[in-house]
């Protein structure tokens, strides 16, 4: 590697910094309706959301970089307040499944799924093209990073 940085590319890293910064502020903004609600409690319920079935913790947690801790905090204070059910995993008792229960299901989805759209929202503002060639750039930037050995799945949810 290069001594030399292009300043175009420090200024594009320094960029991502700050954006995602301040994407991360307009989240915790829009979810702000909800008491209590941070965005890794939203992700482990709107995770949850998008699944047919009943999923491992790790499964949901990895694509959020959320270690087993963090994960084993956010699902205590979930079950605590009924949203979400534990149970083991009949083929691996090592496993822990997670599953909305009703209350879960109804707070993901009438507050946190249109939390998650107003949020979206703020790309709007971009056009169609403008959006396609900002996800494509993302993809080639996950895709580098790869090249990194740093995995970055763009869809987690």
């Known amino acids: 590697m290069s001594s030399e940085v292009d300043p175009l590319s420090e200024e594009l890293f320094r960029s991502f910094a700050v954006v995602s910064k301040g994407l991360r502020q307009w989240v915790r903004t829009v979810m702000a309706a909800e008491p209590n609600m941070t965005v890794g409690r939203a992700g482990v319920l709107l995770g949850l959301l998008g699944r047919d079935g009943p999923v491992s913790m790790s499964a949901l947690g ?61 790309f709007d503002g971009l056009s169609q093209g403008d959006r396609q060639d900002l996800l494509r750039l993302l993809g080639e930037v996950a895709g580098h990073l790869a090249e990194h050995g740093i995995e970055v799945p763009l869809h987690p949810n």
């Not at 084993?72 to 605590?80: I, K």
């Not at 307040?81 to 009438?110: N, Y």
């Open 62 to 122: 990895t694509p959020q970089d959320l270690t087993p801790r963090s994960m084993t905090v956010l699902v205590d204070g979930l079950e605590r307040e009924g949203l979400v059910q534990r149970t083991m995993d009949p083929r691996d008792r090592r496993v822990t499944l997670l599953s909305l229960t009703p209350p879960g299901r109804v707070i993901a989805t009438e507050q946190l799924r249109p939390a998650r759209q107003a949020a979206a929202a703020l």
